[in-house]
């Protein structure tokens, strides 16, 4: 499957919302709105075909392929920014 070429702007959205569990959380930490959160997540879950999040009113909890991407994604994203900011 190739790489979607916006998923990597999608990324930090799905990793703070998985990291807090929350995207009200998440748009806290990235200084962006619920909203964007939101629609970040929306869009990455429609390009990678998954679902990544059960959602309802009160909160937002990964899904069991949500979990796995997050398990995969993260360690990388993290080598990533450290490498970036050398």
Do not use: C
């Not at 979607?4 to 990235?30: I, N, W």
């Not at 990455?44 to 997050?70: A, K, P, W």
């Amino acid at each position: 499957m190739a790489l979607p070429s916006d998923v990597h702007r999608l990324l930090p959205a799905f990793l703070a919302a998985a990291q807090s569990e929350s995207f009200s959380a998440a748009a806290r930490l990235l200084g962006i709105t619920p909203a964007a959160v939101s629609k970040s997540v929306r869009l990455l879950e429609q390009r990678l075909g998954r679902v990544l999040f059960q959602r309802n009113t009160h909160y937002v909890v990964l899904t069991e392929e949500g979990v796995s991407l997050r398990e995969q994604i993260s360690p990388l994203w993290h080598a990533l920014n450290q490498a970036l900011e050398k």
